[in-house]
């Protein structure tokens, strides 16, 4: 655990704050506690240090005096029923797994990511770009994954005019590559993508990432502000060569009402497979092994049970979750780390 002396400051602010806000209070329902961010909790610890001299605890992680933090979403405080829900998920934790566990609620991804490298949040649902930074920076591991229509993670296309002179690496009617992604993409060598912007990730970053790993060197982009003008831009001609979207942004209702022979004259030149993740519910990398293995079954519980489903939806808006390892984010975290994205520039301008 690092900064265990600060940590204690913090953790105790959470114990005597979830003494009234965790366990539900008939008496307040009319004035309901706020959860405290991590700012405010650190803030209080500090003002309190000179009087209350605390010394570095020896209690071990996930006991009152050193509880756990689940973290909720970023300006998760002004959400009653999020936080409702996020003291719930702490209850049940805490009633499965034996370990004490409060809840924060962080102000931004940001501060979320360091409050996991920092010791200062524990269990943390997070968004594609946070979990590959705070896995690059040691701070914390895959444990689930969001599933939504019945997929953990969704693909993107590259696209071009059927007239444009680039061969197809794509059969619409087997729905698969014929290629390799080398093989496919080589021919964008020197042509001139269209971006909709330079964060997203079906988009821009994994696109562009795929090609830089495959060293296929381009020329500047034309961003163009959203997929569906990415269609439009490569369906038009004369802006770019090629661009990337979701699967499949040509169907999109105004793109097809303005060009209805938008999928037969913008053609799919290859596919990239569902590798990019929605969200990750992630666990500190330093805990203990045995209570990160605590805190994973504990989940996977939770996540069986319809009340442990009601609670993680209420508390992140995710209905369904699988068990997963960073294994499986592995080809995603390559090509993010191959776009030359800046991942902490990104979640800096993020709420």
Known sequence: MKKPGYFLS??????LLSACSITVNRASENTPEPV?????ALAVAAETADSARPTPTSAPPGTIENPLVVALPPGSSSDQAR???????A??????TGYTFVVVAPDSYAKLVQALGDGNAHV????AYAYVLAYDKGYANAAFARVDSGEKAYGAQFIARADAGLKPYFDAYRGENTADALTALSQFDDKKPCWPDEVSLSGYAVPAGVLA???IPLR???IVQGQPTVVRAVYVGGICDFGATYIDARSFPAVLDEYPDVVDEVVVIWRIPPIIPYEVLSIARDLPLQIKQAISDALFRIS??????LVLGQAYGIDEWERITDEFYEEFRTYIDASGVDLESVLDQQP
């Open 304 to 309: 069986g049970m319809q009340a442990g489903r």
């Open 36 to 40: 405290p961010n991590i700012e405010t």
């Open 10 to 15: 913090f953790s105790l602010i959470l114990s």
């Open 124 to 127: 943390a649902v997070l968004p």
């Open 213 to 215: 790993h495959n060293e």
């Open 220 to 222: 500047t982009a034309a």
């Open 91 to 96: 209850e049940q934790l805490s009633e499965v």
């Open 83 to 89: 936080v409702d829900a996020g003291k719930a998920f």
